[in-house]
């Protein structure tokens, strides 16, 4: 099962967050259908937002989303997470696969692309305003850019390990599905704290070099067996009594389904309705199909302003604010609410 640990090392100078997401990526990549390269992007991202969750976030009701676009083929990868341990995720173009790097790993990095930037929000609901920061990549492989943004945006020198593997063709799974071949996926955040000596950063860092490879090592021991390895000699002191489940798990329901529904004109609705019976709408963040019926179309009645120009809705009377007077539409016309 997917879970969580966190802990402290060289008296608490040292913070320690460390994940083993081997199902819950599993489980990302079938629901995406996503090959191995861009899966293995979508992988490190989920990890990589459970990490940070409990790095950035207080509140059990705040979330952090992480946007990564590099200008590469992949077309960017997003995931969004909370301290509830719950994940959701997607890439733009989950079918995307490149040849192996000259080292034979996956080249990550080229499908990520590395002429863009790493953004993280943290979503304060139902309180407060949502607090974006954003710094430009460093690699497009994502561990590295994550702990850039750890070191420029909010000052903090970390170590970041992030991987997902996938059995090779000798074991017998060659041409199956990523989701299928997912052998091993995880990661750990190693910070310094205020308090922490140059000897233990030292020793630390030492370590880290000495490590290998996250998914082999978590393929011969456990996460606590992960974490003794890398504070070796830092005594390692555990904070959570019992390992935090983590999953995918998406926000997606009908009602959201029917408001996606919403933004097509009555007109659209009416064929939909009249050709199927209605329409079908997939939740980009899991994959989730939901039908929406004529029945529940009927229901999107009252007041509605769209844009003259291009039919984009602006306003629809009981729904929340879509679009503001003054703001730019997406084809470049000013908003006219109260015209």
């Not at 954003?134 to 000052?155: C, K, M, N, Y």
Request: with cysteine.
């Amino acid at each position: 099962m997917a879970h969580l640990l966190r802990g402290v090392a060289a008296g608490g100078t040292l913070r320690v967050i460390a994940a083993d997401t081997t199902d819950l990526v599993a489980e990302a990549l079938a629901r995406h259908d996503a090959a191995l390269t861009a899966g293995a992007a979508l992988g490190r991202t989920l990890t990589a937002s459970l990490l940070l969750s409990h790095v950035l976030l207080k509140d059990h009701r705040d979330r952090v989303t992480v946007k990564i676009d590099g200008g590469g083929p992949l077309g960017g990868v997003i995931a969004d997470a909370g301290l509830d341990g719950t994940v959701r995720g997607y890439a733009r173009a989950p079918q995307v696969e490149l040849p192996p790097r000259a080292d034979g790993k996956l080249d990550v990095g080229g499908a990520v692309g590395r002429d863009g930037h790493i953004e993280v929000i943290r979503s304060h609901a139902p309180y407060g305003d949502p607090y974006a920061s954003s710094v430009e990549l460093a690699s497009g492989e994502i561990a590295e850019d994550v702990a850039t943004f750890l070191a420029r945006s909010e000052q903090i020198a970390s170590a970041v390990l992030l991987g997902v593997s996938f059995d090779d063709a000798t074991g017998g799974t060659n041409g199956a599905p990523a989701a299928r071949r997912v052998r091993r996926a995880g990661g750990v955040i190693l910070q310094a704290l205020p308090g922490a000596e140059e000897a233990a950063l030292t020793l630390l860092e030492a370590n880290v070099r000495a490590f290998g490879q996250l998914t082999d090592a978590l393929a011969r021991q456990d996460l606590l067996q992960v974490m003794e390895e890398l504070t070796w000699g830092l005594e390692l002191e555990l904070l959570t009594q019992q390992a935090l489940p983590l999953a995918f798990r998406c926000r997606c329901s009908d009602e959201k389904a029917l408001a996606a529904v919403a933004y097509l004109t009555p007109s659209e609705r009416a064929e939909m309705v009249a050709e199927a019976g209605g329409a079908e709408v997939v939740c980009h963040w899991c994959g989730e199909a939901r039908f929406v019926d004529g029945a529940a179309m009927a229901t999107l009645s009252g007041h509605e302003v769209r844009c003259p120009d291009c039919g984009a809705l602006w306003y629809r009377e009981g729904a929340t604010t879509m679009v503001r007077d003054e703001e730019r539409c997406a084809c470049g016309r000013k908003v006219a609410l109260t015209a």
